[in-house]
């Protein structure tokens, strides 16, 4: 199993302004890299890395805002962007 692929992305949110802290966990993926969890920097930023090649689901929490899945596949180095909405809007 290669594990030199990563997944690196932004959450923003509707405004298209970072959203620092949030909570980015892998909910599916390889075995070894089920639930595993990071947060965004000041930036929105994230950075999953030495991953195996594979199907991840991407789950992006953060308080105040509706939650939101992803799935992205690696293999290669991936990038993404993940807008989150307000709740309440």
């Known amino acids: 199993m290669s594990h030199n692929t ?13 959203i620092a802290n949030a909570v980015v966990l892998i909910k599916k993926g390889p075995a070894l890299y089920q639930d595993i969890a990071i947060l965004t920097n000041d930036e929105g930023l994230f950075h999953l890395q030495d991953l195996a090649s594979g199907t991840y689901t991407l789950r992006v929490n953060k ?4 939650s939101k899945v992803i799935e992205t596949k690696t293999g290669v180095p ?3 962007q993940i807008v989150l909405e ?3 809007t």
């Open 78 to 80: 991936t990038r993404v």
């Open 86 to 88: 307000k709740k309440g």
């Open 63 to 66: 308080e105040g805002f509706i």
């Open 6 to 18: 990563e997944i690196k992305g932004k959450v923003i949110n509707s405004a298209g302004q970072p």
